[in-house]
């Protein structure tokens, strides 16, 4: 079968909209594949697309057989969306040497889609017919009996396939292992309780439910274990989970980033199956778009856990992460994290902005936590409307870094979104320097600061010249610059580079208006970090006091020089 063909058929379904599916995490990838078939082999794009490479695995896959349902002992089929993931990451390779382009492979999608039973039948075939010797295969989670699902899956397709797979490859099934004596190859479930996992030399790892993963630590480990081989796969598989501050979410942005082409990975590729943020969830469009496998699945058991989430809003979010593969977050969370993201504009450079106005707002953690200093430049667009502009730093210990329960900290350093201080504490006084270097690539404005813990600080930039404002951390100074940020970021006119740590920071903000409709910014626990956000207001704060919009519209009206 020709399962490269059922793979583009599927691509132009779904670009069509004959098929429905989410913008970011579904129809990127499509146009993405259609966009690299159409440069392979040109200078900037040494990858070409091997369709015998592509179709061997969906062949091998489908002489597999079911273990589960009405259709156990039956041949696997491959449905479309899986023709299109599996074809793409094995179909692709590298000009210089044949091997493989994808080295790490995300595929986030709802319970009940056949995750783990594709994931068992492509660790067969990377343990048997990938053609490497000495091939070490994986099954990694969180538990032994988690890790397990994926190796048993295995195991029983091998069981029902014992002799075709005996006689082509000299497999034998163990209890505890998949072995092939001859090529010195082996498949074993591995745990993160495990004392075994460091040093491995993995050719295909498969890590189930990455959202469960609390720390980064084996997903770090097992990273470490790919480098080794020519061409390995690291395989991920999960669905949504309720919280952000974890590995899996770190991957799912970045997944979504190199799909829309904000960032060039070109050895990643994944698939996210969700809804949009404009689809009510509450529908059974939701739940088509965001099922590949929806034909599959036990409708009545689905629409009953619907029925129970429509009135139960202790089971929503439980619905919507299984069913829905929607990343929950707190239910009064301030903004819309889509219509933040809306906004960004990747090109922006602070250095364009060398000799323009600006304010600053700082948050001075204490010295074991994150800093936040943010710049905010203004300039108007064609239609002389205000536009206002973004531009984050972020400071934090390296032994917090280490020590932090979030997993995305370690990722973020490596990228340089922290300035990172040697040992456990933050220094003031790097900070200080830093600020006051800065600003003399502007025309300032003044800065932004919270009182507490930073009166120090504060005189030192005062004594500098730079103009101060003091702004109180509650409702009564905060609430008009939040509400003015809503109504910029509805009308697309506050924008950023797309700064992971400060969009992780504004999804972590909840509000809770008072009986006069004031608002302010809370965090629903403290690993939940919002300094971003309070460095932010106290820029707008000053923006608001110097009536930057007013100021604006007077001198259009009557254009004589003003500080803008």
Same mark, same amino acid.
């Given at each position: 079968?020709?399962?490269?063909?059922?793979?583009?058929?599927?691509?132009?379904?779904?670009?069509?909209?004959?098929?429905?599916?989410?913008?970011?995490?579904?129809?990127?990838?499509?146009?993405?594949?259609?966009?690299?078939?159409?440069?392979?082999?040109?200078?900037?794009?040494?990858?070409?697309?091997?369709?015998?490479?592509?179709?061997?695995?969906?062949?091998?896959?489908?002489?597999?057989?079911?273990?589960?349902?009405?259709?156990?002992?039956?041949?696997?089929?491959?449905?479309?969306?899986?023709?299109?993931?599996?074809?793409?990451?094995?179909?692709?390779?590298?000009?210089?040497?044949?091997?493989?382009?994808?080295?790490?492979?995300?595929?986030?999608?709802?319970?009940?889609?056949?995750?783990?039973?594709?994931?068992?039948?492509?660790?067969?075939?990377?343990?048997?017919?990938?053609?490497?010797?000495?091939?070490?295969?994986?099954?990694?989670?969180?538990?032994?009996?988690?890790?397990?699902?994926?190796?048993?899956?295995?195991?029983?397709?091998?069981?029902?396939?014992?002799?075709?797979?005996?006689?082509?490859?000299?497999?034998?099934?163990?209890?505890?292992?998949?072995?092939?004596?001859?090529?010195?190859?082996?498949?074993?479930?591995? $745990?993160?309780?495990?004392?075994?996992?460091?040093?491995?030399?993995?050719?295909?790892?498969?890590?189930?439910?990455?959202?469960?993963?609390?720390?980064?630590?084996?997903?770090?480990?097992?990273?470490?274990?790919?480098?080794?081989?020519?061409?390995?796969?690291?395989?991920?598989?999960?669905?949504?989970?309720?919280?952000?501050?974890?590995?899996?979410?770190?991957?799912?942005?970045?997944?979504?980033?190199?799909?829309?082409? $904000?960032?060039?990975?070109?050895?990643?590729?994944?698939?996210?199956?969700?809804?949009?943020?404009?689809?009510?969830?509450?529908?059974?469009?939701?739940?088509?778009?965001?099922? !590949?496998?929806?034909?599959?699945?036990?409708?009545?058991?689905?629409? $009953?856990?619907?029925?129970?989430?429509?009135?139960?809003?202790?089971?929503?979010?439980?619905?919507?992460?299984?069913?829905?593969?929607?990343?929950?977050?707190?239910?009064?969370?301030?903004?819309?994290?889509?219509?933040?993201?809306?906004?960004?504009?990747?090109?922006?450079?602070?250095?364009?902005?060398?000799?323009?106005?600006?304010?600053?707002?700082?948050?001075?953690?204490?010295?074991?936590?994150?800093?936040?200093?943010?710049?905010?430049?203004?300039? !108007?667009?064609?239609?002389?409307?205000?536009?206002?502009?973004?531009?984050?730093?972020?400071?934090?210990?390296?032994?917090?870094?280490?020590?932090?329960?979030?997993?995305?900290?370690?990722?973020?350093?490596?990228?340089?979104?922290?300035?990172?201080?040697?040992?456990?504490?933050?220094?003031?006084?790097?900070?200080?320097?830093?600020?006051?270097?800065?600003?003399?690539?502007?025309?300032?404005?003044?800065?932004?600061?919270?009182?507490?813990?930073?009166?120090?600080?504060?005189?030192?930039?005062?004594?500098?010249?730079?103009?101060?404002?003091?702004?109180?951390?509650?409702?009564?100074?905060?609430?008009?610059?939040?509400?003015?940020?809503?109504?910029?970021?509805?009308?697309?006119?506050?924008?950023?580079?797309?700064?992971?740590?400060?969009?992780?920071?504004?999804?972590?903000?909840?509000?809770?208006?008072?009986?006069?409709?004031?608002?302010?910014?809370?965090?629903?626990?403290?690993?939940?970090?919002?300094?971003?956000?309070?460095?932010?207001?106290?820029?707008?704060?000053?923006?608001?006091?110097?009536?930057?919009?007013?100021?604006?519209?007077?001198?259009?009206?009557?254009?004589?020089?003003?500080?803008?």
């Amino acid at each position: 079968m020709d399962y490269c063909s059922k793979a583009s058929q599927y691509i132009s379904d779904v670009i069509s909209g004959k098929i429905p599916a989410c913008k970011r995490g579904v129809i990127s990838a499509c146009k993405r594949q259609l966009s690299d078939l159409g440069k392979q082999r040109t200078k900037n794009f040494p990858y070409y697309f091997d369709s015998s490479a592509a179709n061997r695995v969906c062949t091998f896959v489908e002489l597999l057989k079911n273990i589960k349902g009405p259709k156990a002992g039956e041949p696997l089929t491959l449905e479309p969306w899986q023709c299109f993931f599996l074809t793409t990451v094995f179909g692709w390779k590298k000009s210089e040497n044949g091997k493989r382009r994808f080295t790490f492979v995300y595929l986030e999608v709802p319970r009940g889609n056949g995750k783990s039973t594709l994931s068992s039948a492509v660790a067969l075939y990377m343990l048997c017919a990938d053609g490497e010797l000495s091939a070490d295969v994986y099954s990694f989670a969180t538990t032994r009996d988690q890790a397990r699902i994926v190796f048993d899956d295995a195991k029983a397709m091998a069981q029902q396939s014992k002799w075709e797979l005996a006689d082509a490859f000299g497999l034998k099934i163990l209890n505890n292992s998949l072995l092939i004596p001859e090529k010195n190859c082996k498949f074993l479930p591995k $745990s993160s309780e495990d004392s075994t996992n460091e040093g491995l030399n993995s050719h295909f790892a498969c890590m189930d439910e990455l959202h469960a993963h609390k720390t980064r630590n084996l997903f770090d480990v097992v990273t470490k274990s790919m480098g080794k081989r020519a061409q390995s796969i690291f395989w991920t598989i999960t669905t949504a989970g309720g919280s952000i501050d974890c590995i899996c979410y770190e991957q799912h942005q970045l997944i979504l980033r190199i799909l829309d082409g $904000s960032v060039k990975d070109e050895t990643r590729f994944g698939l996210i199956y969700s809804i949009d943020p404009e689809d009510d969830w509450k529908t059974d469009a939701s739940l088509i778009k965001s099922n !590949p496998n929806w034909g599959a699945l036990d409708h009545d058991v689905v629409f $009953s856990e619907r029925n129970s989430a429509l009135v139960s809003p202790s089971a929503q979010n439980d619905y919507k992460t299984k069913r829905l593969n929607v990343w929950v977050q707190a239910v009064s969370a301030w903004i819309n994290l889509q219509k933040w993201r809306d906004c960004y504009i990747k090109s922006l450079n602070v250095e364009d902005f060398n000799g323009t106005s600006c304010v600053y707002g700082i948050d001075l953690a204490t010295k074991l936590d994150i800093t936040a200093a943010v710049r905010i430049f203004w300039k !108007p667009d064609k239609n002389n409307i205000l536009h206002y502009y973004v531009f984050p730093e972020f400071w934090l210990p390296e032994d917090t870094i280490h020590a932090s329960r979030n997993s995305q900290y370690q990722g973020w350093a490596n990228s340089g979104l922290f300035h990172v201080s040697p040992g456990s504490v933050t220094d003031y006084i790097d900070i200080g320097r830093y600020l006051m270097a800065d600003v003399h690539n502007y025309q300032c404005l003044g800065i932004g600061y919270d009182p507490w813990n930073c009166t120090q600080l504060a005189q030192t930039l005062s004594s500098e010249g730079i103009e101060m404002y003091e702004v109180q951390q509650g409702p009564k100074t905060l609430s008009e610059p939040m509400k003015f940020i809503e109504q910029l970021i509805m009308q697309g006119r506050l924008h950023s580079d797309g700064n992971l740590v400060l969009e992780w920071m504004m999804g972590n903000v909840v509000v809770k208006p008072d009986r006069n409709d004031n608002i302010y910014p809370r965090k629903e626990r403290n690993d939940n970090k919002i300094d971003g956000v309070f460095a932010m207001l106290s820029a707008f704060y000053i923006i608001m006091k110097r009536d930057i919009e007013h100021t604006w519209q007077d001198w259009l009206e009557d254009p004589e020089p003003v500080f803008i």
